[in-house]
């Protein structure tokens, strides 16, 4: 599930939650365990972080599975490090999740611009996606879970999305961490030729998600 808007071509306009080639996590996959700490996670167990211009390379290989598996997004162009690197705005938080701190970047998760209007500032689209060989091991979780808290921390009130109906294992694991379904958006694109719907979900994040 991924539809993201994009600062400079964010991970598409077809929010790819943990989809595309990232097919998130299944509901039910181990958590995260956040943790305070210049890093989230236990040894053993995946490790978010924010993203660094480095790891532009890595979130392109991941993003690019995505784009083959034909699952996630409505992008058919790859993307190269230098493509992603456009997203680091100052703005807009992006995190990574390796398997333990340190190593190699198995995950991503991204905000962009919802709208220019003023209103709007406040509310981001997001993606997620996992590496196709760290998927059903709670990364996309724990790269939700990281945006969460970076986005509210960036002063956001709801993170918005797109997901294409089949893609189930994003869907659940956008419901396991506070997401709702706001409708669907009947034939919102063509993939390869065929109509595909996509899902609108939504979660209020910072003050938006505190009692009046």
Do not use: C
């Not at 964010?10 to 595309?20: H, K, Q, S, T, W």
């Not at 063509?190 to 899902?199: A, I, Q």
């Amino acid at each position: 599930m991924t539809q993201g808007a994009v600062p400079a071509p964010l991970p598409g306009p077809d929010m790819d939650p943990g989809a595309g080639g990232a097919a998130g996590d299944p509901a039910g996959g181990p958590g995260g365990d956040v943790v305070e700490g210049p890093w989230h996670g236990h040894r053993g167990q995946p490790a978010s972080r924010l993203a660094r211009a480095e790891d532009a390379a890595a979130i392109s290989a991941i993003y690019n599975q995505g784009i083959e598996d034909r699952t996630a997004t409505f992008e058919t162009d790859f993307r190269s490090a230098g493509d992603v690197s456009l997203w680091f705005d100052a703005s807009h938080p992006i995190v990574v999740v390796e398997d333990d701190p340190g190593g190699p970047v198995v995950g991503f998760a991204s905000t962009s611009t919802y709208r220019p209007r003023r209103a709007y500032a406040g509310i981001a689209e997001f993606s997620v996606y996992v590496a196709r060989g760290s998927r059903r091991h709670g990364v996309g979780k724990a790269a939700m879970l990281a945006l969460i808290d970076a986005a509210s921390a960036a002063g956001f009130w709801k993170l918005v999305s797109r997901v294409m109906v089949s893609n189930s294992a994003s869907r659940g694991l956008l419901r396991s961490v506070g997401f709702r379904e706001v409708g669907i958006y009947q034939r919102h694109a063509r993939l390869d030729g065929e109509w595909r719907d996509v899902v609108i979900v939504e979660r209020l994040i910072g003050g938006a998600a505190e009692p009046d």
